[in-house]
């Protein structure tokens, strides 16, 4: 039995760990020696058993015959070896062309692969078109200036200034802000050699950092849904009052992920020893004010007017026990101080209990409980916190079990043309495709490097191939490989939307000529295309049955969101080639911790 054929007959039950060792002596299989992976398999069963020995048959025959052999024409010889050379010849051409034509058709089947550094510096080029405050000169965004210049000095008399702007609108959201920045600093974390090798690791941190040094000023929300909504205006031409919504310790939500935020920042600028420490003194007092203040961990999420009005019309947190855990696993990683980690262990089994239908197994900005079982996940393989297996093993199983839910269609649905549906309730539907193929192909790295070639969940096994497949699939169909043959990431390929649904990018920038609230109206329902190509925003996408509208005025359609792009941005660099070197510094950089993070 080959050892594919062994590793598909492999099953282990549902609450162990299953994973499986390849080796290449003999290719044979064998259980895990992790300290993690201590379940005895019977693998007897693999091989059948025999009680013979072997003995070599008798050979009847002589051990060597003379032969006369007489050639009375070498030229009939020769033409002899010639026929049987040119039929070797040609069989094996026949061969080749067997396996070129198949390979040929699977590619057709799959589609040409994307050019993922391209995606990567286009992806990222979305949010320096969405920055707010006093706009880098050397910025690759050319439409965009200085914009939100009086955020907060005029309302709470405090510095607001910066930041990004959320989506086509002008409002600015703490809490998808903290959210792209942890988002983008794990993507960092895990692949910074990867942004490194294609010359985007600069790039991505000075994102990351306008976000957090954003971060260190705010608990609130900047804008008005009456202005900036109701008006079309870039950002750079507001003169309307830029209201601020403020929070207390009540909203855990909020605070959990400004403390994932800080914490995983922090490690991203380590090298700046000054500006981590800042962040990471930030990120522990917060904790403190909501764990102290709430000591029985019981938070409330924003759901009183003065806390968040403005910001439930568009990000309505359901539940706040996720973002606790997920801050309490980041500010371990970021300290090694393990009070956290049996915080985040004990909030994660709360959160857990606590999950909703509509959102299990979903990684977006209102929950990140699937994306701590994996980071935790990560804690359990590569490091011993000194906490008992137990408390660990939960996010372990489930992350096993989130990863047949990507894989197998009895677990998910897929449109025809291939793009899981996680939320079909929810649209738009591509947020939740791009965060579901970055942590299948984090994972996958994770059983990697621990030199495992799959894993499993109740009766089912998954390889590594195949969640890097699924990964794979997810990403090629936002970048065109989809029944509409459309790029959803604005400016790659040759087909992508060109009404996004986009203040800044709708409006001709004229050098500068000022439109008014309603004066740029006539550009929110022109038939034209946006005057500016904002580069690298991923919108919305299909609806459910892959039906497309590029129109301004169908935001579900053509609106790009910040914490969208930051899950494209991740995914993208987890299928970008590493960089070419056998080394295991290279590798162990790739994933991060075990070289520098430590």
Not at 32 to 61: E, G, K
Not at 407 to 414: D, G, M
Not at 433 to 461: E, I, M, R
Request: one cysteine or more; aromatic letters at 12%; proline letters at 4%.
């Amino acid at each position: 039995m080959s050892p594919t054929e062994q590793f598909s007959a492999f099953e282990t039950d549902k609450h162990s760990e299953g994973y499986i060792h390849t080796v290449s002596e003999g290719s044979r299989l064998l259980p895990s020696a992790s300290r993690w992976n201590s379940i005895n398999h019977d693998y007897n069963q693999l091989a059948p058993n025999s009680s013979t020995a072997y003995h070599p048959i008798p050979f009847s025959y002589s051990k060597s015959i003379d032969f006369n052999l007489v050639i009375p024409d070498k030229k009939h010889f020769y033409r002899f070896i010639f026929i049987v050379v040119s039929i070797i010849f040609l069989v094996t051409a026949a061969i080749l062309l067997v396996h070129f034509l198949s390979q040929v058709h699977k590619h057709r089947h799959q589609g040409p692969s994307a050019n993922l550094k391209l995606a990567i510096n286009q992806a990222l080029t979305f949010f320096d078109a969405q920055k707010s405050g006093h706009y880098p000169k050397n910025s690759p965004v050319k439409f965009r200036g200085d914009s939100g210049l009086e955020d907060g000095l005029n309302t709470t008399h405090e510095d607001l200034i910066g930041g990004f702007y959320d989506s086509g609108n002008n409002i600015k959201f703490t809490f998808t802000t903290a959210y792209t920045v942890t988002l983008l600093s794990w993507s960092v974390i895990e692949y910074q050699g990867k942004y490194d090798d294609i010359g985007e690791l600069d790039h991505v941190r000075d994102i990351i950092r306008w976000g957090s040094d954003y971060l260190l000023k705010v608990g609130s929300t900047i804008g008005s849904e009456h202005n900036d909504i109701t008006c079309w205006q870039r950002p750079e031409d507001m003169t309307y009052p830029r209201l601020v919504s403020q929070c207390n310790s009540s909203a855990s939500d909020l605070a959990g992920e400004l403390i994932a935020a800080l914490s995983a920042a922090s490690l991203v600028f380590q090298e700046d020893k000054d500006y981590s420490a800042r962040l990471i003194k930030a990120a522990k007092n917060l904790f403190d004010v909501v764990t102290t203040e709430d000591p029985s961990w019981q938070g409330k999420y924003t759901t009183d007017d003065a806390c968040g009005k403005e910001a439930r019309m568009f990000y309505n947190s359901s539940g706040y026990q996720d973002e606790l855990a997920w801050a309490g696993t980041w500010l371990y990683i970021a300290t090694r101080n393990t009070s956290y980690l049996q915080f985040a262990t004990h909030t994660f089994k709360l959160a857990k209990n606590n999950e909703t239908d509509l959102d299990r197994g979903v990684f977006y900005w209102n929950n990140k409980l699937s994306a701590a079982g994996v980071l935790l996940s990560r804690i359990l393989y590569f490091q011993d916190p000194g906490l008992s297996h137990d408390d660990l093993m939960l996010s372990s199983n489930l992350t096993r079990s989130l990863m047949c839910s990507f894989l197998f269609n009895k677990y998910s649905i897929r449109t025809p043309g291939g793009l899981i549906i996680l939320k079909p309730e929810d649209e738009p539907l591509l947020q939740y495709a791009a965060t579901s193929s970055f942590l299948s192909k984090l994972y996958g790295d994770y059983l990697d490097h621990q030199k495992l070639s799959g894993a499993s969940c109740d009766t089912d096994v998954y390889s590594l191939q195949m969640l890097h497949d699924f990964a794979t699939s997810q990403v090629n169909y936002i970048l065109g490989q989809n029944p509409m043959k459309m790029s959803y990431m604005v400016g790659y390929g040759d087909k992508f939307p060109l009404q996004v649904h986009h203040r800044s990018a709708s409006i001709p920038w004229d050098d500068g000529k000022p439109y008014g609230c309603d004066g740029g109206k006539i550009w929110l329902s022109s038939k034209n295309p946006n005057p500016q190509v904002l580069l690298g925003a991923m919108v919305g996408g299909p609806d459910l049955h892959e039906n497309f509208m590029d129109d301004r005025n169908q935001s579900r359609f053509t609106e790009p969101t910040i914490a969208s792009n930051a899950g494209l941005v991740a995914a993208l660099i987890a299928l970008q080639d590493p960089p070419l070197s056998d080394s295991k510094d290279v590798k162990d950089s790739i994933l991060g911790w075990n070289n520098g993070y430590d």
